[in-house]
């Protein structure tokens, strides 16, 4: 009996652990505003080298899933991450804390952007 309530306990414990690292939430857009957040955000035109991440602390993970059909480009802590393409899936990491990102279509239509205390794995369903 012992050894049955510790199997279940153990498999309780692992489904509450990894139901705590994927988090899945849905972002709905808004129209572009000319005077918000985005406005200052711009494209990179030249390499930047990223410094080197500090490998004591731990890893917040966003997995951008692109539910629109339109080119998305993202930014992290102000930071320009790349672009997804429609009806695609693209992820980063960052370090734990507090993080905050943008999200616009490529032709300024749309954008999305939120921020938090940002630990473990995110699955953002972008769409419009």
């Not at 199997?7 to 918000?36: D, E, H, M, R, Y």
């Not at 339109?70 to 672009?83: A, E």
Request: proline share 5%; hydrophobic share 35%.
């Amino acid at each position: 009996m012992k050894k049955l309530l510790s199997i279940a306990f153990l498999a309780i414990a692992l489904t509450a652990s990894f139901s705590a690292f994927s988090q899945s939430q849905p972002v709905t857009a808004k129209k572009f505003n000319k005077s918000g957040v985005g406005a200052k955000l711009t494209l990179p035109t030249a390499d930047v080298v990223a410094p080197k991440p500090d490998p004591k602390r731990g890893l917040c993970c966003l997995n951008f899933d692109n539910w629109t059909g339109y080119t998305l480009y993202v930014w992290v802590d102000d930071v320009y991450r790349g672009t997804v393409a429609p009806w695609d899936e693209d992820g980063i990491c960052v370090q734990d804390g507090w993080t905050s990102y943008y999200v616009r279509t490529a032709g300024y239509t749309y954008e999305w952007e939120a921020e938090g205390q940002c630990s473990g794995d995110y699955d953002l369903k972008i769409e419009d």
